[in-house]
Protein backbone atom coordinates (compact mmCIF):
# COMPACT_ATOMS: atom_id res chain seq x y z
CA UNK A 1 0.00 0.00 0.00
CA UNK A 2 1.41 3.41 -1.08
CA UNK A 3 1.73 6.35 1.98
CA UNK A 4 0.51 9.54 0.24
CA UNK A 5 0.77 12.51 2.26
CA UNK A 6 -2.30 14.80 3.04
CA UNK A 7 -2.83 18.27 3.38
CA UNK A 8 -4.79 19.85 5.31
CA UNK A 9 -5.58 24.06 5.57
CA UNK A 10 -6.28 24.85 9.03
CA UNK A 11 -6.96 27.79 11.11
CA UNK A 12 -4.45 28.49 14.12
CA UNK A 13 -6.99 28.39 16.69
CA UNK A 14 -7.26 24.35 16.07
CA UNK A 15 -3.83 23.82 16.31
CA UNK A 16 -1.60 22.62 19.27
CA UNK A 17 0.28 25.02 20.84
CA UNK A 18 3.78 23.20 20.23
CA UNK A 19 3.23 23.43 16.03
CA UNK A 20 2.60 27.29 16.92
CA UNK A 21 5.45 27.02 18.54
CA UNK A 22 7.56 25.28 16.16
CA UNK A 23 6.60 27.97 13.85
CA UNK A 24 7.98 30.53 15.98
CA UNK A 25 11.32 28.97 16.27
CA UNK A 26 11.49 28.43 12.56
CA UNK A 27 10.77 32.41 12.71
CA UNK A 28 14.11 32.76 15.03
CA UNK A 29 16.05 30.73 12.95
CA UNK A 30 15.22 32.85 9.92
CA UNK A 31 15.54 36.19 12.20
CA UNK A 32 18.66 36.03 13.70
CA UNK A 33 22.08 34.96 12.33
CA UNK A 34 23.82 33.44 15.37
CA UNK A 35 21.13 31.33 16.99
CA UNK A 36 21.24 27.42 17.69
CA UNK A 37 18.41 25.05 17.20
CA UNK A 38 18.72 24.32 20.91
CA UNK A 39 17.97 28.62 21.69
CA UNK A 40 15.47 28.94 20.02
CA UNK A 41 13.60 25.79 20.90
CA UNK A 42 14.15 27.22 24.47
CA UNK A 43 13.24 30.57 23.40
CA UNK A 44 9.60 29.13 22.57
CA UNK A 45 8.85 26.79 25.17
CA UNK A 46 9.09 23.47 23.73
CA UNK A 47 12.31 20.62 23.83
CA UNK A 48 14.57 20.15 20.57
CA UNK A 49 13.04 17.08 19.52
CA UNK A 50 9.38 18.44 19.10
CA UNK A 51 11.04 21.08 16.87
CA UNK A 52 12.83 18.59 15.08
CA UNK A 53 9.51 15.90 14.98
CA UNK A 54 7.56 18.53 13.28
CA UNK A 55 9.39 21.24 11.78
CA UNK A 56 8.84 19.66 8.24
CA UNK A 57 5.58 19.18 8.62
CA UNK A 58 3.91 22.96 9.39
CA UNK A 59 4.62 26.48 7.40
CA UNK A 60 2.92 29.70 7.57
CA UNK A 61 -0.13 29.00 5.10
CA UNK A 62 1.66 32.40 3.09
CA UNK A 63 5.30 31.15 3.08
CA UNK A 64 4.21 28.09 0.83
CA UNK A 65 1.73 29.44 -1.08
CA UNK A 66 3.88 31.57 -3.87
CA UNK A 67 2.95 30.63 -7.42
CA UNK A 68 0.15 28.99 -6.84
CA UNK A 69 -3.59 28.79 -7.02
CA UNK A 70 -6.00 29.49 -4.44
CA UNK A 71 -9.48 29.23 -4.14
CA UNK A 72 -11.85 30.51 -1.63
CA UNK A 73 -15.20 30.09 -1.39
CA UNK A 74 -17.48 33.26 0.61
CA UNK A 75 -21.40 33.42 1.20
CA UNK A 76 -22.09 36.68 1.56
CA UNK A 77 -25.32 39.40 2.00
CA UNK A 78 -26.40 40.03 -1.45
CA UNK A 79 -26.43 44.11 -2.04
CA UNK A 80 -24.53 46.72 -4.17
CA UNK A 81 -21.56 47.18 -3.83
CA UNK A 82 -20.91 43.91 -1.79
CA UNK A 83 -18.94 42.51 -4.03
CA UNK A 84 -16.45 45.07 -5.15
CA UNK A 85 -15.87 45.46 -1.42
CA UNK A 86 -14.58 42.06 -1.77
CA UNK A 87 -12.77 42.32 -4.84
CA UNK A 88 -10.82 45.30 -3.43
CA UNK A 89 -9.21 43.64 -0.57
CA UNK A 90 -8.46 41.08 -3.17
CA UNK A 91 -6.71 43.91 -5.27
CA UNK A 92 -5.20 46.08 -2.55
CA UNK A 93 -2.77 42.14 -1.66
CA UNK A 94 -1.92 42.76 -5.31
CA UNK A 95 -3.64 38.90 -5.66
CA UNK A 96 -4.59 38.10 -9.96
CA UNK A 97 -7.92 36.85 -9.56
CA UNK A 98 -8.30 34.11 -12.11
CA UNK A 99 -11.82 33.53 -11.87
CA UNK A 100 -15.04 34.55 -10.35
CA UNK A 101 -18.06 32.98 -9.86
CA UNK A 102 -21.56 34.33 -7.91
CA UNK A 103 -25.04 32.28 -7.36
CA UNK A 104 -27.47 32.83 -7.53
CA UNK A 105 -29.05 34.65 -4.44
CA UNK A 106 -30.95 32.96 -2.43
CA UNK A 107 -32.94 34.82 0.70
CA UNK A 108 -30.34 37.96 0.04
CA UNK A 109 -27.64 35.70 -0.17
CA UNK A 110 -24.92 34.73 -2.80
CA UNK A 111 -22.03 32.41 -2.60
CA UNK A 112 -18.70 32.93 -4.20
CA UNK A 113 -16.11 31.50 -5.54
CA UNK A 114 -12.57 33.46 -6.41
CA UNK A 115 -9.94 31.45 -7.66
CA UNK A 116 -6.63 33.80 -7.28
CA UNK A 117 -3.39 33.08 -8.28
CA UNK A 118 -0.32 34.02 -6.07
CA UNK A 119 3.04 35.37 -7.12
CA UNK A 120 5.72 37.30 -5.56
CA UNK A 121 4.10 40.77 -5.03
CA UNK A 122 1.09 39.29 -3.07
CA UNK A 123 0.28 40.07 0.31
CA UNK A 124 0.06 37.61 3.35
CA UNK A 125 -2.81 35.38 2.37
CA UNK A 126 -4.01 35.07 6.19
CA UNK A 127 -4.36 38.50 7.03
CA UNK A 128 -6.13 39.28 3.54
CA UNK A 129 -8.79 35.96 4.27
CA UNK A 130 -9.24 37.69 7.89
CA UNK A 131 -9.56 41.03 6.35
CA UNK A 132 -12.06 39.93 3.94
CA UNK A 133 -14.16 37.65 6.68
CA UNK A 134 -14.16 41.22 8.85
CA UNK A 135 -16.45 42.59 5.91
CA UNK A 136 -19.80 43.21 7.20
CA UNK A 137 -21.22 41.37 4.40
CA UNK A 138 -19.51 38.61 4.40
CA UNK A 139 -20.60 35.82 7.18
CA UNK A 140 -17.60 33.75 5.96
CA UNK A 141 -14.59 32.77 3.41
CA UNK A 142 -13.40 29.12 3.26
CA UNK A 143 -10.46 27.87 1.78
CA UNK A 144 -11.34 24.95 -1.10
CA UNK A 145 -8.08 24.43 -2.63
CA UNK A 146 -4.61 25.09 -3.00
CA UNK A 147 -2.52 23.81 -6.40
Do not use: C, W
Amino acid sequence: MEYKSKYYVVKEKALPEVLLKVVEAKKLLDSERNISIQEASERVGISRSSFYKYKDDIYPFHDTAKGRTITFFIQMDDSPGYLASVLSVIANYRANILTIHQSIPVNNVATLTISTEVEEGTGDLSRMIEEIESLKPVHYVKIVSRE
